[in-house]
């Protein structure tokens, strides 16, 4: 937001540097005084009348000191140029003397530091002179009058800031509710007070008003289609669950009856059922995990725990395949959450690793307290020495149903749901979760969640 800020301001101040340009570019039109305009010429002409008097009067050096000050100077010449009271330096100015006496008005020439503005003044004698004042710049970063001055710069400092911020306060809010949707939050809106809504038209539709009402349209349409899959998907797979407990009595009464021909075949449906029930059981439990935001009722969980408590299991699996499975447990490392949600979690990516590393192959499991950015975290981190996953599919592997290129076998009995599990039972403990491939082979899947004492 501060760079968007600072981009507009920018802009309007070129813009307004562009038009003084201009006009320098054309000297003796008009006068460049930045900090007070007004009565500028009754003052110059007052205070020449006073200067003519006492050049007049024979008292011209000592007037003329009182009416020089470091930034400004008075000083009087005939209409050729010639130098009467004050620098002869600033007659030498003849065009613009001559200019001023023409037109009979206020003329001006711009220098490095200071301009001198000449107007045409009659003394009470009658005669004619030319007033010249020497009016130097209030900042030395006025060279040539190309900035105004700070009063000048202070205002509209305020006015661009404020327009500023009318731009990049809605583009910050839709900013903060397209991110909010990104982490999965569907319900997230752009927000408007009363106040805003006066302030940028909604009651009138302008178009950031409109680019807000359909930013929150889209969001309300995006909620609803995922609202509508999953419950379609929760639906089926409830649906699915009573033929396939039917299939499992019908395969069971044909079992009694089968000839042994038969048998293989039956075996064959059984093993096919199972796994149908399987996918139905993890896409229910993606879907329950999709409504809800945070664990209820948390409590003091020990990771350490759910590794032993879930050791046995998986190394039964991991058996079958001659798999090794080693462990480094911190009894430190603590998770305030439910203990059911995260040994789900663990356990579908220790099985995924068990699913994809070759036979004899090592899976390595650990935890750990860990201190980042100045906050503890308990961190489970997993890894195998299986073919790991192309570096541009690292998050996609998260997402239902997703499978990388190198696991796509047909031999392999996974369906692309357990990472989804893991990653938002992850999420809904206020934790992240993080794959990579290992230099020497292999992946590493690493959970981070808040510490026990952090979430109190």
Known sequence: MVRLVLKIFLAYWLAARVVLLILNLTPHEEIHQFESVSAFNGSLAMNGQLVIDAYENGRCSEVQKLLTNKN???????????PLCGNPEYAKDKALVTAAVKSGKCMTDTHALFQLVAASVRSNSGKSYVVL??????SMFQLYGFLPGYNSILI???????????????IRRLRRAAREIATGKLDARVQWGKLSQQIYGFNGRDDIARLVEDFNHMAERLQALS??????????????RSPLARLGVGLGLARQQAPDAMCAHLDRIESEAQRLNELIGQILS??????????????????????????PDVQYEAAQRSCVITTAINPDCNVKGDAELLRSAVENIVRNAIRYVPDSGSIHVETAPVEREGKMLSVIRISDNGPGIPDVELK????????????????????????????RATGVHGGTIDIRNRSEGGLTVEMCFP???EAL
């Open 451 to 453: 510490f026990a004492m």
């Open 227 to 240: 609202e509508s899959q999953r419950l379609l998907m929760r639906d089926v797979s409830h649906e699915l």
């Open 156 to 170: 509209s400092l305020v006015v661009t800031l404020f327009l500023a911020f009318l731009v990049a306060l809605p």
């Open 286 to 311: 993606l879907s329950y995990l999709e409504t809800i935001h945070e664990v209820e009722l948390p409590k003091d969980v020990s990771l350490g725990e759910i590794i032993v408590d879930l050791l």
């Open 72 to 82: 400004d100077a008075l000083s009087i010449a005939t209409t050729d140029g010639s």
């Open 396 to 423: 996609s592997v998260l997402e239902p149903f997703y499978r990388a290129d190198k696991t796509r076998c047909w031999h392999q009995s996974g369906f692309g749901i357990g990472l989804a599990i893991a990653n």
């Open 133 to 138: 004042l020497k009016n130097g710049y209030s």
